[in-house]
C-alpha cells in the first residue's frame, strides 16, 4: 500500500529550482498516488514547470514573504492548511538552512516528532519508516513514525535520483500565512553572494578539499590551483573553515556539504568522523596524510602517506606540464 | 546601555574521542560514562559573554538537560564565565527525541526569563539541527538560525545568517532566540581562577515535574526498528611516499578518465 498525498519543501535560487527538491519529489513519486510541493518565494510561476515535469501536482506558495524568515512564516502557512482539512500523509524537507527552521516550527505546531538526517524512506502499509545513518555512518538506523500523520522528514541532500516523470507544470495554489506575532519580527536586511568560480562543490565531478595539515591558511591556494587544474571544486575541513581560512561555503561534512564526486582528494585532512560523514559517498577517494594512523586511510582507495607540503608542489608541477 | 540576561542551552556529551554505542535494549544512545561540554556549544557560551560584556551589564545562565545529575560539562561553561546554570535531570527523559528535549530546555529557558536565547546550530552527537528553532516555537521567540556574526545595537540583533550562497543580514528585536556556527567567535580557554569560581557557582537541579510538564506530552511518538552496521567501504593501497607518490596520483586520475 503507497501513501496518498506527501508534500515536499521546494527550495530554489535564482529561479532555478535546487537539486535536493527534486530528488525528494523524485522519492516521493514512488511513495504517494499524488504529490504536492510548498514554497516561500515570489517566483512560484517560474518554478512550477519543473516541479510538473518531476511530478508534482500542485504547487503551495505564500509568494514572497517581504523580509520574514521563511521557518515561521512557511510553518504556520502549513499548519493553517493541515489544521483547515487539507493534510498530507508526509512532509519532506531537504537538510537545509530554511528546511531545518521550517520542520523544525512546524513539528511544534503540529505537536509531531520531526526525523533528521535521513537518507531513505520506506512505508509498509500505515507505517512509515525512515533510515538514519549514526555514527559517522558505521550504523544504520530505522526508525517508525509511531503518531498519526502528517509526519516529518529531513532529507540529506543525494539521498536520491532525481528523475522526470513528464508531468505538465504544477497547478500554482496561493496559501495564506497568519498573523505570526513576535515569532515573525526577524527580517532580512540585506543577501550577500559570495563568488565562488569553478563548479558548485556539490556538484563537481571532481573534489580537492584541504584540511589541518596544510599548516596555514597561505598554503590553501596549492587546494585552490590543484582544483583549478583538475577543473574541480576546492573544499576544506570544518577546522580550517573555524579557524577562518575558508568561507564556510567550502565546508564539507556533517555540518556543511555532502559530496559524493567521482573523485575526492583529500590533502592534509585527518579524516574525523564530521568530514567523513560528508565524503564517503565520494565513488573514488585519494588521501594524502602523514600520519598513518589517520582514519581518512580507512575510506581512502588510494592512500599517500606523506608530507602535504612535498607531495602537492610535486603533482602540481606535473599536472602544470599535461594541462598547461 | 541595558542589561543583557542571555541564556545559553549546553548539551553534555559523551567524548566524542570515544565511539558511540546503542543500549542493545532499548535502542537509546548510551549516555552513562562521563560527559563532557559539547565542543560546539563552547561558541554559544563565548559569545553570550561577550554580548553581556558589550551590554555592560547582565549575565550569562546556562541550561543542559542530562541524566545522572551530570554537572562536569556545566561546570566547564560556567569555569568560562556564565555565572549560574539550570540542569533538568530525570530518568524519564532517557533517549528523549528532539521535540521531546526542546519542550524541556524550553520549560527550563522560562523561569530564567531572558533576553536572549543562544544555542549551537546542532550538537556533535544527535547533530538534528531542530532543537534551536523548536524552542523558538514553543516560547514564541522570533528566530535566527545558523549565525556567524552577532551583534546587539539599541537592543536589537544584528546577525549573519549562513545561506546556501553567501550570508543574508537579519535584524530581529529582543527576545529571541539565536543559534550560532563553529567559528562565530574564538572560545575562551577557562582560567584557573575561573575553575576554581565555578565549582562554587549555583546549578539548579530540576526534574520533569518541578517544571510543570506533563508526562504524557513527553512520550516518544517513533521507536527505533532496526540497527545494522553499515556496509563498510574497504580500504584500497596505501603506499608511503619516497618522492614520486605524485605520480601515482596521475596515473590513479588516468586510470579514472578524469585526466
Known sequence: MSLSTIWVHAEAQEGKVLTVTLELVSKARELAGNVEAFYAGDDADAIAGTLGAHGVTKLYTTGGLDGKLPGPALAAALAAQIEGGNAPDMIMFGTTYDGRDVAGRLSVKLDRPVLTNCTDIGVDGDTVTVTEPIFGGTTIVDTAFRCDPPHIGLFRPKSFEPSESGGGAAEVVPIEVPDLGATGAAKLVNRHIE???????????????????????????????????????????????????????YQVGQTGKVVKPTVYIAAGISGATQHLVGMKGSKNIIAINKDEEAPIFGVADLG????????????????????? | MRAMHVVVCVKQIPDPATPGELDPTTKTLKREGKLILDESDAYGVEMALQLVDAAGGGEVTLVSMAPNSE??????????????????????????????????????IKRAEPDLVMAATESTDGYTGTVPEQIAELLGLPSVTFASHVEVRDGTLSVRRQTEAGYDE??????????????????????????????????????????????????????????????????GEIIHDEGDAHLKVVEYLEKLKVL
Open chain 2, 71 to 108: 554537572v562536569s560539562g556545566l561546570r566547564t561553561a560556567l569555569a568560562m564565565g556564565a555565572a549560574k546554570a539550570i540542569l533538568v535531570s530525570d530518568d524519564s527523559l532517557a533517549g528523549a527525541d528532539a521535540l521531546t528535549t526542546a519542550k524541556v530546555l524550553a520549560a527550563a
Open chain 1, 304 to 324: 599517500i602517506v606523506g608530507d602535504v607540503h612535498k607531495v602537492l608542489p610535486a603533482l602540481l608541477e606535473e599536472l602544470r606540464k599535461r594541462v598547461g
Open chain 1, 195 to 249: 563568488e565562488r568560480q569553478g563548479p558548485k562543490l556539490d556538484e563537481a565531478d571532481i573534489v580537492v578539499a584541504g584540511g589541518r595539515g596544510l599548516g596555514e591558511s597561505g598554503k590553501f591556494e596549492m587546494i585552490e590551483e590543484l582544483a583549478k587544474l583538475l577543473k574541480a571544486a576546492p573544499g576544506a575541513s570544518r577546522a580550517i573553515v573555524d579557524a577562518g581560512w575558508v568561507p564556510y561555503a
Open chain 2, 170 to 235: 537579519v535584524e530581529c528585536p529582543l527576545p529571541a532566540l539565536v543559534s550560532v556556527t563553529a567559528g562565530v567567535v574564538e572560545p575562551r580557554y577557562p582560567s584557573f581562577k575561573g575553575i576554581m569560581a565555578a565549582k562554587s557557582k549555583p546549578v539548579e537541579e530540576l526534574t520533569v515535574a518541578d517544571l510543570g510538564l506533563d508526562a504524557g506530552q513527553l512520550d516518544p511518538r517513533q521507536e527505533i526498528v532496526e540497527v545494522a552496521p553499515a556496509e563498510e567501504r574497504k580500504a
